[in-house]
């Protein structure tokens, strides 16, 4: 029971982190200046889509019954969240 209280927190974050992304992708997101740079406009509209995606996933895996089956959620939300950290940290070349 502790696994599903600990992954629907972990899926409502998502879920919010989506929310957040979508909503700033044209104007500031942290120190960035979205509204001058369509590639960072882009990143964030498609890691909010793919982070909704998981969400969604999650919630179908969560109540599934198999616990291991959350570790599919943890493991594509990380790697999404690890690409967009490379791809808005790149240098502009």
């Known amino acids: 029971m502790a696994i599903k209280i600990v992954m629907i ?13 979508w909503h700033r992708r044209n104007g500031h997101f942290l120190i960035y200046d979205i509204g001058g740079d369509p590639r960072l406009s882009n990143i964030l509209k498609w890691t909010s889509v793919a982070l909704l995606a998981e969400s969604i996933l999650g919630i179908i895996l969560l109540f599934m019954g198999n616990k291991y ?4 959620t943890l493991f594509l939300a990380s790697l999404t969240i690890l690409a967009f950290g490379l791809s808005i940290t790149q240098n502009k070349e």
């Open 9 to 21: 927190i972990f899926i409502l974050l998502l879920l919010l982190t989506s929310w957040y992304m």
């Open 69 to 72: 089956l959350n570790l599919i």
